[in-house]
């Protein structure tokens, strides 16, 4: 998704290459992905982007994903609650940005529950 509105809601998706939800946002654009079953994918399980953006990630199952269950980035400021986030390299991953991270379950992940980074001298306020 890039610059769109959009609501994903019970679905499921499973063996992809390249992730599972990719979205691409700006702040007044509203985006909720919510219910769905993501598993045995590669890369990341749902990855947001998007200075001020504020997509929201509720309810989710997340498992065996080779790299983070979820990966906020570039600012983001999305809202992560209620999710299960098992079996995958890092629960979420937040990169230069300022998530909500509340309610969640992390297990068995192979590295960290959650890990913060600032790159290029941004900073990461999760």
């Known amino acids: 998704m890039l610059n769109a509105y959009a609501h994903i809601s019970d679905c499921e998706m499973q063996y992809l290459n390249a ?3 990719y979205s691409i ?5 509203e ?3 919510q219910d769905c079953l993501l598993k045995d994918s590669k890369v990341c399980g749902v990855y947001c982007q998007g200075e001020g953006a504020k997509q929201v990630i509720q309810r989710m199952e997340i498992r065996n994903i080779d790299g983070p269950g979820i990966k906020v980035a570039r600012g983001n400021c999305s809202k992560i609650m209620g999710c299960v986030v098992k079996e995958c390299r890092s629960g979420v991953e937040a990169v230069s940005s300022q998530p909500l991270i509340a309610m969640n379950t992390f297990s068995n992940n192979w590295e960290n529950g959650i890990v913060t980074k600032a790159k290029n001298d941004l ?3 999760a």
């Open 19 to 21: 992730g599972c939800v």
């Open 25 to 29: 946002c700006k702040p007044y654009q």
């Open 31 to 33: 985006v909720t992905i």
């Open 123 to 125: 900073r990461c306020d």
